[in-house]
Nanobody
């Protein structure tokens, strides 16, 4: 079955860095685009970054552009999110995600369990 397992979260001081990983299994990782989302307490789910199946094209939310880098290793079936210059507004539960077509005009989303990132001095 499909599994997405995030890791790498933790407590970090403002200005610090973390690198998140998402280990994928149960599907052909190299065939799908992947994304990182986050959700802070009391806030809506936010798309943080996306990457196409080859890793050649990426996109970022304006709030993280220039600070976060999404990447993937298709040989290791792993997605990454390098996060630099972290600030308290980056505190959230971070999820990796992919979606597949599920009938005409519909998609099925797959999610990991999330990894908590807390930025606090």
């Amino acid at each position: 079955q499909v599994q997405l397992v995030e890791s790498g979260g933790g407590l970090v001081q403002p200005g610090g860095s973390l690198k998140l990983s998402c280990a994928a299994s149960g599907f052909t990782f190299s065939h799908v685009a992947m994304s990182w989302y986050r959700q802070a307490p009391g806030k809506e789910l936010e798309l943080v970054a996306g990457i196409d199946k080859t890793g050649d094209n990426t996109n970022y939310a304006d709030s993280v552009k220039g600070r976060f880098t999404i990447s993937r290793d298709n040989a290791k079936n792993t997605l990454y999110l390098q996060m630099d210059s972290l600030n308290p507004e980056d505190t959230a539960l971070y999820y990796c995600n992919f979606r597949t077509p599920w009938g005409p005009g519909h998609w099925k989303d797959y999610w990991g369990q999330g990894t908590q990132v807390t930025v606090n001095s």
